[in-house]
């Protein structure tokens, strides 16, 4: 059975909305151990992203500038050219994925346009590490069972 994204993404997504300030976008990352952020349009409940922030995003727009945080919004910082990808993704539609974007996230969506998870560059080496093991355990099986039978 192939790999698809829905198995293997975070189904816990912390989001945030563009009025969420740069401080409490912080606090959310630290509290939640993420370094990242889904946006939602804190205006309707469609679930659908509206743009996505990073840790790198705050630290390079706001506290590098020397701004005050506690002004600037998740608006102001974050990316709105968003990378998703549909949960029935395989894993090789989604490595070409954060590959011709380069990112390190993939935003899963259901077939509404909804979050249903979220997709790290972890998740997708993890995945394949895994697959790499079983066909490690293929090629050991077939050098075992030719000594096998050649005895």
Same mark, same amino acid.
């Given at each position: 059975m192939p790999?698809?994204?829905?198995?293997?993404?975070?189904?816990i997504v912390v989001t945030a909305t563009p009025d969420t300030t740069a401080t409490r976008a912080a606090?959310?990352?630290?509290?939640?151990?993420?370094?990242?952020?889904?946006?939602? !349009?804190?205006?309707?409940?469609s679930g659908k992203?509206?743009?996505i922030v990073t840790d790198r995003d705050l630290v390079l727009a706001v506290m590098?500038?020397?701004l005050d945080p506690?002004?600037?919004?998740?608006? !102001?910082?974050?990316?709105?050219?968003?990378?998703?990808?549909?949960?029935r993704a395989s894993?090789?539609?989604?490595?070409?994925?954060?590959?011709?974007?380069?990112?390190?996230?993939l935003i899963v969506l259901d077939d509404a346009?909804?979050?249903?998870?979220?997709?790290a560059l972890e998740d997708l080496l993890e995945a394949m590490t895994r697959e790499f093991g079983e066909l490690v355990m293929a090629l050991r099986g077939?050098?075992?069972?030719?000594?096998?039978?050649?005895?």
């Open positions: 790999i698809t994204l829905e198995s293997l993404a975070t189904k606090q959310l990352m630290r509290a939640h151990h993420v370094g990242s952020l889904v946006v939602l !349009d804190g205006v309707s409940d992203p509206v743009g590098a500038e020397e506690a002004l600037f919004t998740v608006g !102001d910082v974050m990316s709105v050219e968003l990378v998703t990808a549909p949960s894993l090789m539609e989604a490595t070409h994925e954060m590959r011709r974007h380069r990112v390190r996230r346009g909804r979050v249903v998870g979220l997709a077939a050098r075992e069972r030719e000594i096998r039978e050649r005895q």
